[in-house]
């Protein structure tokens, strides 16, 4: 392995270690209680070095769901076939694989997680501005003008409001197996939406009931 391959991985290392230890401590005491010199001093850094790997405190939980930033722009940069078919084939991959990011599981320690992102305030306006990046990322693959910012806006709060809603109810103490169905038909239903009502290069026809 080469010098630079092995400390990007040291250094991916040092973000997952101190960032699992930061959110340990929000889920026991509370993301307001807990001072950045808290996590440094559990982490065993320094301050000014746990700043140089996280710029802001929310940073420490955001990191957990940083991969899937730009995940959208992704998918359609990589598939064959139109922008919503693709996106909508991957939101239903998820909600059978229970990913967390559709908001269908029901593990305890992602329930925790989530209840920690969606009750603290400053997590959810940071959370916001990586729905602007991924939003913004995904935009520019459509082609990066109205249009395109129009319908990358639409598919975002999409998924962004159908993941809420399986959040909403696991959190109410639904079981997934019970959720399951209606996500999936709630994912069909608005992704038949999309493809009905964005602009024409980014539209495709309503999956039939018999697909996928």
Same mark, same amino acid.
């Given at each position: 392995m080469s010098e630079i391959g092995l400390r990007e991985r040291k250094k991916q290392r040092m973000y997952q270690?101190?960032? =699992?230890? $930061?959110? !340990?401590?929000?889920? /026991?005491? !509370? *993301? =307001?209680?807990? #001072?950045?010199?808290?996590?440094?001093?559990?982490a065993e850094i320094s301050k000014p070095t746990l700043?140089?790997? *996280?710029? $802001?405190? &929310? =940073?420490?939980v955001l990191h957990r769901i940083a991969d899937h930033e730009g995940e959208a722009a992704r998918v359609v940069t990589e598939a064959e076939g139109e922008p919503v078919a693709a996106l909508r084939r991957h939101f239903l991959e998820g909600l059978e694989r229970c990913d967390p990011v559709t908001g269908l599981n029901d593990d305890p320690r992602v329930l925790a997680f989530h209840r920690l992102l969606y009750g603290t305030p400053s997590l959810v306006a940071r959370a916001?501005?990586?729905? /602007?990046? #991924? &939003? $913004?990322?995904?935009? /520019?693959?459509? !082609?990066g003008d109205l249009d395109a910012r129009l319908a990358a806006g639409q598919i975002m709060a999409?998924?962004?409001?159908?993941?809420?809603e399986n959040w909403r109810r696991i959190a109410a103490g639904e079981r997934v197996a019970d959720v399951r169905a209606d996500a999936v038909a709630a994912a069909e239903r608005a992704f038949g939406w999309l493809a009905a009502g964005l602009p024409p290069r980014v539209r495709v026809d309503r999956p039939s009931s018999d697909t996928e």
């Open positions: 270690v101190v960032s =699992d230890i $930061a959110i !340990g401590l929000f889920l /026991e005491k !509370g *993301f =307001d209680a807990v #001072s950045v010199a808290e996590v440094a001093a559990a700043f140089r790997y *996280f710029p $802001a405190k &929310e =940073d420490l916001h501005t990586h729905q /602007e990046r #991924s &939003e $913004a990322a995904l935009a /520019e693959v459509l !082609g999409v998924q962004r409001i159908l993941a809420m």
